[in-house]
């Protein structure tokens, strides 16, 4: 904490040295973040580069509570607009490899409500009541964008198991959300 609060006080000064700070302190976090989800270093390294020239331009007025949370969602949203940009049809792209297709299926009948704070609750209240290890695959590959074979090396679980225990969690979030009213 102490460290974003000098970040936060270099941006607030407009000082250079604060973009210095911020690539000391959680740059390879970012660029780990953004290589997981692109699979490209130079997509990657430009995401991180575009997130770092955000905070500089949202920070003042915002102040993030979490300066490596703020740039995390910030990087890991700009590689998804990255993917969105390299596979759209008229550019030929193929499909990405970001797992984000599994959770079609669970949210094909979510009515998705006009205050996104009521799925974000929902979300976060499915996540809490899972276990530990469950809540770490399935935060891992749905925000993350970890590979399943990442997931069961840090799990000590066979790939297929991790398959099958994301389908099960991907079922259960499907009738939390029904439970919860989100869905159709």
Known sequence: ?????????????????????????????????????????????ECVNDAYLHLWQTIPPTTPNSIEAYLLKTVRNLCLNRIAHNTAQKRGGAASDVPLHELEETLADVALPEDAAALRRAINTFLAMLDKRDMLLFVRRYWYSDSVQELAKAAGMKE?????RLHTLRKKLHRHLKKGGISI
């Open 160 to 164: 297929n198991a991790v398959h099958q």
């Open 1 to 45: 904490m102490k460290n974003d609060e000098k970040i936060i006080q270099l941006l607030w000064e407009r000082s250079d040295r604060a973009l210095e700070v911020i690539a000391q302190a959680y740059g390879v976090r970012c660029l780990q973040l953004a290589i997981s989800i692109l699979q490209n270093e130079q997509d990657a390294e």
